[in-house]
């Protein structure tokens, strides 16, 4: 398990004429500066990372719940200019800790010296547009609940997520289909069921990946609806 003090203490590189690295820890900082400016109180927070912490994915739940979802906000990183700085916001299901993310992820596209204010001025926009966006998860939600799925629907989507869009691995197949019959808070046959079987099989994906496949998962399954 990662912990913050990890993701803290990762050496950020060296800058160059035409680099500039975001430490991990100001990029943390900056959030959760943020969230405290807008009166966004942390209620939980998670990391994950690769073996060396060159890229990192960090999500915060924050106080804001319909009673089944929490609004968060997601951001992520990397010191090998695989990514770049990532921000969104979405949702927590608070039984299992599946994340919910919609729309697209806010970058910073370039890592120059003006990337420190780039990156206020977009999570400043990110914060702004949170509550918006965590109702429109609500009322996403709700409508997944009232599609009826059998299982044989539910195998066709999985194969289309697996081999049409590409959107799950051959271990995260695996992790779904033994959700599909063995998951603890999600029994019934709708979509809302089918789609955290899927968000589920997520949490094994690369940090890297972890929000734009949540978006693609959400996307694909309002499609159906």
């Not at 992820?105 to 204010?117: A, E, L, M, Q, W």
């Not at 709700?142 to 195998?155: N, T, V």
């Not at 869009?165 to 979509?191: G, P, V």
């Not at 996307?219 to 159906?224: E, V």
């Given at each position: 398990m990662i912990t913050e003090y990890d993701i803290l203490t990762a050496e950020a590189p060296v800058s160059t004429a035409s680099y500039t690295p975001v430490p991990h820890i100001t990029l943390i900082n900056t959030v959760k500066e943020?969230?405290?400016?807008?009166?966004?109180?942390?209620?939980?927070?998670?990391?994950?990372?690769?073996?060396?912490?060159?890229?990192?994915f960090?999500?915060?739940?924050?106080?804001?719940?319909?009673?089944e979802i929490n609004l968060n906000i997601g951001f992520r990183n990397s010191y090998d200019k695989t990514l770049p700085v990532g921000l969104v916001t979405g949702g927590t299901v608070l039984v299992c800790a599946n994340l919910m993310f919609r729309g697209e992820?806010?970058?910073?596209?370039?890592?120059?010296?003006?990337?420190?204010?780039d990156i206020d001025a977009l999570l400043e926009n990110v914060?702004?547009?949170?509550k918006y966006e965590?109702?429109?998860?609500?009322?996403?939600k709700?409508?997944?609940?009232?599609?009826?799925?059998?299982?044989?629907?539910?195998?066709e989507l999985a194969g289309r997520?697996?081999?049409?869009?590409?959107?799950?691995?051959?271990?995260?197949?695996?992790?779904?289909?033994?959700?599909?019959?063995?998951?603890?808070?999600?029994?019934?046959?709708?979509?809302w069921d089918f789609y955290n079987h899927s968000t589920h099989a997520l949490k094994k994906s690369h940090p890297g990946q972890i929000i734009p496949n949540h978006i693609r998962v959400h996307?694909?399954?309002?499609?159906?609806i």
């Open positions: 943020k969230l405290d400016k807008h009166n966004l109180q942390i209620s939980k927070t998670r990391y994950s990372g690769n073996n060396r912490l060159n890229q990192m960090g999500v915060y739940d924050l106080a804001d719940s319909d009673g992820i806010k970058v910073v596209r370039k890592h120059t010296k003006n990337v420190f204010h914060i702004q547009s949170a965590y109702e429109m998860l609500v009322e996403d709700e409508k997944m609940k009232i599609k009826l799925l059998d299982k044989r629907q539910m195998a997520m697996f081999i049409e869009e590409r959107i799950l691995t051959a271990n995260q197949m695996s992790e779904l289909k033994r959700e599909i019959y063995q998951s603890e808070h999600f029994q019934n046959d709708t979509l996307d694909f399954a309002m499609k159906l």
